[in-house]
């Protein structure tokens, strides 16, 4: 029976309503480019929560800009639904702009402005008072390390530097998520680093951030969840964990020989203790194991008993690339 005696609401409790939850919705969100008939998006479902960080992991050509271009209104969906911020992007582009921070793959820094000015003007842009925009300017440029190059042409700055001012002009309208397309491509290791902290310091702050990215340790290191996609498809949705458990090994043993792999590949399953799998992938064999130990000397002495020449082999955890091998048969590296 409900409660009639009481006619205070409770407070909304988000984890007990999903949908207030849900920062991104996709449904059967789909696009066609006309222009040679490329198929780059399709039915994608997808669901980003309050204060999660959630990567788009997938090779060249998957279709993670043309996701990230539909969510951010700058490509128009040929077909579905997609919601961002609670609002619908295909109705209601504009609206939709002022809830969302993006950091594009490529440097669109404003080259007639200094580092300063980059982040003040985008806040006049958003419709901040000068004194409210020149405010946000001077803290964000201390958060990300830049005010010694306040005054620098962006030219002049390192891509590394270019890189944070782009993620604080995203960040400086307080955008309901932060988008970011391959943040770190093209980035030396040290800039990447100094990114990967900058995000984990926005989502302890509970920002949350949707990101793609063709690294799987960036994936791995960063996000909370992850959809692997490949072809305009999302092949698994999941914690980073919770994909790399489900190969069902608890190590891949890697083997390169010469002579007749797929032969190699199917004596190694029949005879090793523990072999749950065994596949070949271009020019090696991933023999999948698990809950057995000392599996080395067994695979060399197989294989030479069956006059194969092992020329190199490694065991390793299974990573995201042997679950993008499970998916898709092939390697996600190019
Ligand atoms: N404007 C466009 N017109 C026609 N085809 C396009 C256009 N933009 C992208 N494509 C094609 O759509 C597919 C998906 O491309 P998209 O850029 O979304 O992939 P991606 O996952 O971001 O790849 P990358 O890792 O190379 O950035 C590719 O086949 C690409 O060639
Ligand atoms: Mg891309």
């Given amino acids: 029976m409900p409660d009639t005696t009481s006619t205070k609401k409770p407070a909304p409790n988000v984890s007990e309503h999903p949908m207030m939850d849900e920062v991104i919705r996709c449904e059967k969100l789909t696009k066609l480019y006309p222009a040679g008939n490329i198929l780059a998006v399709d039915q994608l479902n997808m669901t980003v929560h309050h204060g999660e960080i959630f990567g788009l992991l997938g090779p060249n050509g998957a279709g993670k800009t043309t996701t990230v271009g539909m969510l951010t209104t700058l490509v128009v969906p040929t077909s579905g639904k997609a919601i961002v911020g609670g609002i619908d992007v295909v109705a209601h582009p504009s609206l939709v702009k002022q809830v969302i921070g993006v950091v594009s793959q490529t440097n669109n820094l404003?080259?007639?402005?200094?580092?300063?000015?980059?982040?003040?003007?985008?806040?006049?842009?958003?419709?901040?008072?000068?004194?409210?925009?020149?405010?946000?300017?001077?803290?964000?440029?201390?958060?990300?390390?830049?005010?010694?190059?306040?005054?620098?042409?962006?030219?002049?700055?390192?891509?590394?530097?270019?890189?944070?001012?782009?993620?604080?002009?995203?960040?400086?309208?307080?955008?309901?998520?932060?988008?970011?397309?391959?943040?770190?491509?093209?980035?030396?290791?040290?800039?990447?680093?100094?990114?990967?902290?900058?995000?984990?310091?926005?989502?302890?702050?509970?920002?949350?951030?949707?990101?793609?990215?063709?690294?799987?340790?960036?994936?791995d290191s960063i996000c909370d969840r992850l959809a692997i996609m490949d072809h305009g498809h999302i092949l698994?949705?999941?914690?980073?964990?919770?994909?790399?458990?489900?190969?069902?090994?608890?190590?891949i043993v890697t083997i390169s020989a010469a002579g007749n792999l797929d032969a190699l590949a199917a004596l190694l399953k029949e005879k090793i203790e523990g072999a749950t799998k065994s596949q070949r992938v271009d020019n090696v064999i991933q023999l999948h194991i698990k809950g057995a130990s000392g599996v080395l000397p067994k695979v060399v002495s197989i294989a030479e008993q069956a006059g194969f020449n092992i020329t190199d082999l490694s065991v390793a955890e299974p990573t995201l690339e042997t679950v993008f091998i499970n998916l898709t048969g092939k390697e996600l590296r190019d």
């Fill in 110 to 219: 404003d080259r007639s402005l200094t580092v300063w000015e980059n982040l003040y003007y985008h806040g006049l842009f958003f419709g901040m008072k000068s004194r409210e925009a020149r405010a946000a300017a001077d803290k964000l440029l201390v958060e990300f390390r830049l005010t010694e190059r306040a005054k620098a042409e962006v030219m002049a700055i390192s891509g590394g530097m270019a890189k944070r001012l782009q993620v604080a002009r995203a960040l400086l309208h307080s955008p309901s998520v932060l988008f970011l397309d391959e943040p770190t491509a093209g980035l030396d290791p040290q800039s990447r680093l100094a990114l990967w902290e900058i995000l984990r310091k926005l989502h302890a702050e509970g920002q949350t951030i949707l990101l793609t990215t063709h690294y799987m340790e960036e994936a």
């Fill in 236 to 251: 698994a949705v999941n914690t980073p964990k919770g994909l790399k458990e489900s190969v069902g090994a608890d190590s």
